[in-house]
């Protein structure tokens, strides 16, 4: 365990697998900045423990701990924040995950495990994070009273990736630009005081086009009072999405992606339009794949009056030259 009231930066991996305190920072106890940077090796908290009881150590050495609630770092001391920091600055050439797999179940000590009680400006520089079973990412904006204690989640380069049923949570969410990426699973959710996507972003559909049309509503944002849409939205059909994309079948009709829905009601403003990554532009020719447009829509999929859902729309015009 590492105690530290300065700045402590990890420049590339770290491992901190089944420490234990007694109410807080299972792994790092400190009070200032903190740097995860994993550019050619892991970030991994595995087993942090604290509260509960210890009830042995095993043949590790490694205390046993009964009723534990999983925990990594405390920056501020508070038994009500496990992270508290003026920054937190996240980047990898992979990934950096938060998950709540180990941590399934309705037990209390349970639910405890899968909050990550960020209250931190967090920034994500490259690679991915992702948020994945159930778990959550920040203090909810409403529980926070006190406004020093406000906190942003910002991707200026790098995927946002959340699924199965795991939230982030910040006072303010921004995607700064085509380098940001937001791939958003089965039950996504935000929840912030302010979203700024003014600047555009880069939409990743890999789970929808796994899970076909039935797919849901895509990522759940509440943004209780200020939501601004502005700038591309990029298509990610180029990199890992790239290899033959336009040349499946499925582009030989017209197809409608959900990108995310205004939960609130409240966004101003929009996007100026959607942009292939592959081409450039709005529009894709190539004689070996299907053809097509793309453009973008606010619907109202609830049928309130509201058009609350941003959609991609890929409108078909043409099939592949087929070889002699």
């Known amino acids: 365990m590492i105690y530290s009231d300065g700045d ?21 106890t400190m009070g200032g900045k903190c740097d995860l940077l994993a550019l050619t090796k892991d970030v991994l908290f595995s087993g942090n423990m604290v509260g509960g009881v210890v009830i042995g150590q095993s043949d590790d ?39 709540g797999e180990l941590y399934q179940g309705e037990d209390t000590h349970l639910a405890a495990s899968r909050y990550n009680n960020f209250c931190a400006d967090t920034t994500l520089y490259g690679g991915v994070l992702l948020l994945e079973h159930d778990v959550v990412f920040g203090r909810n904006p409403e529980e926070i009273m006190d406004k020093r204690y406000n906190s942003s989640l910002t991707v200026e380069k790098g995927v946002l990736e959340i699924t199965g049923g795991s939230t ?9 630009g085509p380098g940001a990426v937001l791939r958003p699973g089965e039950s996504a959710f935000i929840n912030t005081h302010n979203a700024d996507l003014s600047h555009g972003f880069t939409f990743d559909m890999r789970y929808q086009l796994q899970a076909g049309p039935a797919f849901g509503p895509g990522l759940m944002l509440s943004a209780l009072e200020t939501f601004t849409a502005g700038g591309y939205i990029g298509v990610a059909d180029t990199e890992a ?77 043409g099939t592949p030259h087929q070889p002699r």
């Open 8 to 28: 402590i930066s990890f420049s590339d991996g770290a491992t901190f697998i089944n420490n234990y305190a007694k109410t807080s920072g299972g792994a790092i």
């Open 61 to 99: 050495g490694f205390p046993v701990v009964e009723n534990g609630i999983a925990n990594a770092i405390d920056m501020n001391g508070s038994l009500f924040s496990s992270l508290y920091t003026p920054n937190l600055t996240l980047a990898a050439e992979e990934g950096i995950v938060f998950s």
């Open 168 to 176: 982030a949570n910040a006072s303010s969410f921004t995607l700064s």
């Open 241 to 317: 999405n790239a290899p033959w994309f336009y040349a499946d079948r499925s582009w030989k009709q017209d197809r409608v992606f959900h990108v995310l829905t205004d939960v609130q009601h409240i966004h101003e403003e929009d996007f100026d339009g959607a942009v292939s990554q592959a081409t450039g532009t709005a529009r894709v020719d190539d004689p070996y794949a299907y053809t097509g447009t793309w453009s973008h829509r606010w619907t109202d999929a609830d049928g309130d009056g509201y058009a609350e859902q941003l959609q991609l729309v890929w409108k078909a015009d």
